[in-house]
């Protein structure tokens, strides 16, 4: 390893060995690693420093705003999506209850789906409330 220089890895004639290689690589590794960590604690820093200005809040004071907007509308990873429904349409109660198993017996989603719709519809239950086991298609004995 007493080998690697620069000059040696920039010169095609020579050839590289396998663990310089492979120090190479894990030192272009590293320094990648190592600049993205510093590019995460500047803009930590920089955000922390923003956040905590009062003389910058002062002076600018539609900045709380934005940002509070923006951070209304950044909510696409978490589970609860209440900032993405319309203020107008109220949050309906929704009853409780698993769908469970379903099994299909000589029948496809398609109709399935359909079959449980025209039942709930035709029952005035919630679709939620009603517990399917099986759907099978039956045949006509006239054939």
């Not at 320094?31 to 500047?42: E, R, S, T």
């Amino acid at each position: 390893m007493g080998s690697l220089l620069l000059s040696g890895v920039l010169d095609k004639n020579q050839h590289i060995s396998v663990t310089d290689a492979l120090l190479l690589a894990v030192i272009g590794i590293a320094i990648v690693f190592i600049v993205l960590i510093a590019l995460m604690l500047i803009v930590t820093i920089v955000g922390k420093i923003f956040d905590g200005s009062e003389k910058l809040q002062k002076e600018h004071p539609e900045w709380g705003e934005k940002i509070a907007s923006v951070k209304a509308k950044m909510t696409f990873w978490k589970k609860d999506k209440e900032a993405d429904a319309p203020a107008e349409v109220e949050k309906a109660e929704l009853a409780s209850g698993t769908c469970g198993e379903l099994k299909l017996i000589n029948t496809d989603e398609r109709d399935a789906a359909m079959i449980m719709a025209i039942v709930a519809d035709s029952t005035g239950t919630p679709l939620n409330e009603l517990r399917f086991k099986s759907i099978k298609k039956v045949e006509d004995e006239e054939k």
